[in-house]
Nanobody, 119 residues
């Protein structure tokens, strides 16, 4: 019903920048919360950022505050995560998700895009 496709991952040096994209199809992302999460082998998936259904606010995990920015382009039905001043701990498989209005869970997930931060 809803398909999310992430892109933009790759290798980047510490201190560098990267922009991830998440394109939604099958349903407009308008009026729904979009979020980003990441996972490394052997660890649980962790929340990174989210933007409210009405774009009133964005929320980030403490370790990325001031470095990452999440935003969306409703016309392109695309959510973005701008990673700035990356550190090795930012390495992981980044997933986007959509939480439908009224839902208490992340209803749909993409397949992920890999980000690797290394010298």
């Amino acid at each position: 019903q809803v398909q999310l496709v992430e892109s933009g991952g790759g290798s980047v040096q510490p201190g560098g920048s990267l922009r991830l994209s998440c394109v939604a199809s099958g349903r407009s992302m308008n009026s729904h919360e979009m979020s980003w999460h990441r996972q490394v082998p052997g660890k649980e998936r962790e929340f990174v950022a989210r933007i409210s259904w009405d774009d009133a606010f964005a929320e980030y995990r403490d370790s990325v505050k001031g470095r990452f920015i999440m935003f969306r382009d409703s016309g392109k039905n695309t959510a973005y995560l701008q990673l700035n001043r990356v550190v090795p701990e930012d390495t992981g498989l980044y997933y986007c998700a959509i939480r439908l209005r009224g839902s208490s869970i992340y209803d749909y997930w993409g397949q992920g895009t890999q980000v690797t931060v290394s010298s």
